[in-house]
């Protein structure tokens, strides 16, 4: 498990997916800037039993054990690519901007990588600010980078590289 302060970060387990599958064919769960996803928990099963060692998924769970959302990362390129999600009712609390936080010390303590790159919605204000606070800097816009909901939808890229991060901010050993 990665500590933070208010948050910590647990590997999903496959008993976890059944928790998984009911966020992800929830459409509030996602909501406007997330395409619809529809999966069935053996589809889910294969893409976990499938993924890569370089791929992690785990939960954003409050100090209580409440789990309020998912992040996650995957290799692209010579880079990592994280995701991330918050149930609704728990946006707006900091939990996503310290997860992130926690997850981009992890992957730079753990992995020799230079960088680590994230999408944001340009009408996603909150998650361009997650990234912001976090030390990643908006590369660019991404044109018609996903369908969403019946439109296709432009993204901004942003990234952090390793000589931006220096240090970590909240990792300072791993459990």
Not at 69 to 86: C, D, F, K, M, S
Not at 112 to 139: C, P
Not at 153 to 170: A, C, F, N, T
Request: net charge positive.
């Amino acid at each position: 498990m990665l500590e933070g302060k208010t948050v910590n970060l647990r590997v999903k387990e496959k008993e976890d997916l059944e928790l998984s599958v009911g966020w992800l064919n929830n459409p509030d769960f996602f909501g406007e800037y997330e395409p619809l996803v529809q999966m069935s928990k053996t589809d889910l099963q294969k893409l976990y039993d499938n993924k890569s060692q370089d791929e992690g998924w785990f939960f954003i769970e409050k100090k209580d054990g409440g789990k309020v959302g998912n992040i996650n990362h995957r290799p692209v390129g010579t880079a990592q690519e994280i995701g991330y999600t918050l149930l609704p009712r728990e946006r707006g609390k900091g939990y996503c901007s310290e997860a992130v936080m926690i997850m981009v010390d992890y992957l730079f303590l753990s992995k020799n990588i230079i960088r680590i790159q994230a999408h944001a919605d340009l009408k996603n204000v909150a998650s361009q600010k997650t990234l912001e606070k976090n030390g990643f800097n908006k590369e660019g816009t991404i044109r018609k980078e996903e369908f969403i909901r019946g439109a296709w939808r432009d993204k901004y890229l942003y990234s952090i590289l390793r000589e931006e991060w220096k240090k970590p901010k909240i990792l300072t050993k791993l459990h």
